[in-house]
């Protein structure tokens, strides 16, 4: 079985205009799918995906609920994996992870960048809090994001300093412990409880470094993901396979270690 666990799509209503903005933002990067539910359906079946975990984010207090409506939505599928999202500004913030939980999403996606706040920031402790009491799966888009300007709103180092107030549920770190912050992902939370993505890695990132990263935190702790629809999964796995881990590394890479963190048979 191979898992994504980095993908992103939007209600059909709004698909095209949130690819446009979000592409436009960063570069005008090209787009893999045309970020509906069902193009990335069609394009996990084309690069050999199984399964991919959708992470929604709720970028302002008002569109909390219906982010994770849509979430609830797609979670249905055969194979999506649909993760939720709540927003630090949103007073009902607590309640709805109980309501995430309730209705079955194993996991919430937090993007300090585009939420506006800081990883570290004690007035996300009480949300980091819950989300562990309720065995949530949380990921953090970490390091660098190219479409959002300075200051890095997570780098590695905030994501040590808050990992306690999770009590042991699972985090997931983005882009290999932190895009373009690599040096200090290795040494802020190398061999650390976390759980490493890969997504956007092919053609942004030096083989040397993620050989070393891998190598160094274990690949039992790496979860394949591309950052669909910005980065072609069958590229990431190819990214994967160039850097010479054994088969049973790759095995836990592509869909092993997800399997395991998402209770898939």
């Not at 993760?83 to 500004?89: A, E, T």
């Not at 888009?141 to 994501?159: L, R």
């Amino acid at each position: 079985m191979v898992v994504d666990f980095h993908t992103h799509c939007f209600p059909k209503k709004i698909a095209d205009r949130a690819i446009e903005n979000l592409s436009q933002k960063s570069g005008n990067m090209e787009a893999f799918h045309s970020g509906t539910v069902d193009s990335l359906r069609s394009r996990m079946q084309e690069m050999g995906v199984d399964v991919s975990v959708v992470l929604n984010i709720s970028t302002n207090p008002r569109q909390q609920t219906s982010v994770n409506n849509f979430a609830i939505e797609i979670n249905s599928l055969p194979d999506i994996v649909s993760f939720g999202s709540v927003h630090p500004d949103a007073p009902d913030a607590l309640a709805e992870l109980e309501r995430i939980k309730a209705a079955g999403l194993k996991g919430i996606k937090l993007h300090p960048d585009y939420q506006g706040f800081f990883a570290d920031d004690k007035k996300m402790f009480p949300i980091y809090e819950k989300a562990g009491e309720l065995g949530l799966i949380t990921v953090f888009h970490t390091g660098v994001d190219i479409g959002m300007p300075e200051p890095v709103h997570c780098p590695p180092k905030a994501i040590k300093k808050i990992l306690p107030y999770f009590g042991g549920s699972p985090v997931v770190v983005a882009h290999l412990g932190g895009y373009i912050m690599w040096e200090e992902a290795i040494r802020e939370l190398d061999g650390a409880d976390v759980y490493f993505d890969t997504a956007y890695c092919f053609g942004n990132m030096p083989m040397l470094w993620a050989s070393r990263i891998i190598g160094s935190h274990g690949a039992e702790k790496i979860l394949l993901g591309s950052d669909m629809p910005w980065s072609r999964a069958d590229n990431e796995i190819l990214f994967i396979k160039s850097l010479g881990l054994s088969q049973a590394e790759e095995k836990m890479i592509f869909g092993g270690n997800a399997a395991r963190l998402l209770g898939l048979n």
